[in-house]
């Protein structure tokens, strides 16, 4: 992921903030917004776990980053005069915390905040709609969260490429899990399918998933854990099956403080 413009083309369709049920699709992405911004704003206690002295300054970075989307999403609802409801179960299972710091690094941040980032600036930054009183200022905040997010993508896919290097056997189950996780997330967008034709901004939908299916593909490609060429269903399937292991197990270790034990040798007390 190089840049916050965006990558795949709406074609200059939007949403009519006018109309009842486009407020209430819009309302839908916004909510999971401020959901994904509310438990980001507990990466502040990867701190216990931060395996440096820089990863203890990005987390602390990134939480204050966190609080202030979660307020700058607020204040967009309030702009737009609008309710938010209640996060999705595929956004609530996608953003959970894990402890485990090698699928913290890639589900977290890698993976899950590069698919944030592609609904801020590829979908919300093109189509909420100019014309509206409100949108030239939320789309200046949008963009300052994207290249925040940006930052916290960057960061995930370093920590992916350090975890690998150590442990090179996680690579099947990374790939794994990110088979799953490009099965899951198409279901967000069930509830909209019924009425994608003749939307301008949904019937873009199947193109834009396919757009991210790509993209997420190549990003594991280029981290070195997905192979080049997508293997058959029994391999993908015991890939999966490791994949979920893996989590099973996450759920079931606890953080582990390091800088204790490594702070002489970080601040350069080296003897
Ligand atoms: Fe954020
Ligand atoms: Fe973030």
Redesign the pocket.
């Known amino acids: 992921m190089a840049n916050v413009e965006h990558e795949y083309d709406f074609q200059g369709a939007s949403f009519d903030l006018g109309d009842e049920r486009d407020r209430e699709i819009v309302g839908f992405i916004l909510s999971q917004a401020l959901f994904g911004e509310a438990t980001?704003v507990y990466c502040g206690q990867s701190l216990y776990a931060a395996r440096s002295l820089e990863a203890a300054r990005f987390y602390v970075r990134?939480a204050r980053?966190?609080l202030n989307?979660l307020e700058l999403f607020a204040d967009i609802f309030r702009l737009l005069e609008m309710q938010p409801v209640p996060g999705h179960w595929v956004i609530r299972a996608m953003s959970s915390h894990n402890h485990y710091y090698p699928l913290k690094v890639l589900m977290e941040h890698a993976i899950g905040?590069g698919m944030?980032l592609d609904i801020f600036k590829d979908v919300l930054l093109q189509t909420l709609p100019e014309d509206h009183p409100q949108v030239p200022a939320i789309k200046k905040k949008l963009a300052s969260v994207c290249r925040?997010?940006l930052e916290?993508v960057q960061w995930g896919e370093q920590e992916t490429r350090w975890v690998l290097s150590q442990s090179p056997w996680l690579a099947t189950p990374f790939y794994g899990i990110l088979e799953l996780q490009l099965a899951f997330a198409p279901l967000i967008l069930k509830p909209f399918e019924a009425e994608s034709q003749g939307h301008p901004v949904l019937s873009h939908l199947p193109a834009f998933l396919e757009h991210v299916n790509q993209r997420v593909w190549r990003q594991g490609q280029e981290l070195g854990f997905v192979p080049q060429q997508r293997p058959g269903p029994l391999k993908r399937l015991w890939a999966m099956g490791c994949g979920l292991a893996l989590l099973v197990r996450s759920q079931l270790s606890s953080a582990r403080s390091t800088l204790d034990k490594t702070y002489l040798a970080e601040l350069g007390f080296t003897r």
């Open positions: 980001g990134q980053q966190e989307h905040e944030v925040e997010e916290h």
